[in-house]
């Protein structure tokens, strides 16, 4: 018996420094920020340039929802520009959000559009 005890106490302190010291070698990199296309006025756009297409984003919020920041034009602006990186876009024109009210089933919600046209340069 003492010898099972004696094995136990020696095993189990380089178990557990093996297991430390592997979790301390461990990096979280996160993923590398990709650039967002800008948002252009009419003014801006002296290139030629081709539509890629149409966004339009659509939120809605019933009764109250704690994660709806209260800047809701920075969060239409930002995932309008986030589908416009996924199609390729250089550039945002025409952006716009709008909100209404509604009303699902007597529960009361919050409808939130964001829309733009993503383009490319030639």
């Known amino acids: 018996m003492p010898i099972k005890l004696n094995r136990f ?3 189990a302190p380089m178990l557990l420094a093996l297991l430390s010291i592997g979790c301390s070698t ?3 990199k996160p993923a590398p920020a990709i650039e967002l296309p800008p948002t252009l006025s ?3 756009l002296i290139r030629p340039y081709v539509k890629l297409g ?6 809605e919020v019933f009764v109250t929802d704690w994660a709806v920041t209260q800047d809701i034009r920075e969060w239409g602006i930002k995932a309008v520009r986030e589908e416009a990186a996924k199609m390729g876009a250089d550039a945002v024109i025409f952006p716009e959000v709008t909100g209404r009210s509604i009303t699902t089933l007597m ?3 919050s409808e939130y559009r964001a829309t733009g046209v993503a383009i ?3």
């Open 9 to 11: 106490l020696i095993v």
């Open 26 to 28: 461990f990096t979280f």
């Open 42 to 44: 009419q003014d801006e």
């Open 54 to 59: 149409r966004i339009q984003i659509t939120r």
């Open 107 to 109: 529960v009361p919600a």
């Open 120 to 122: 490319k340069f030639k």
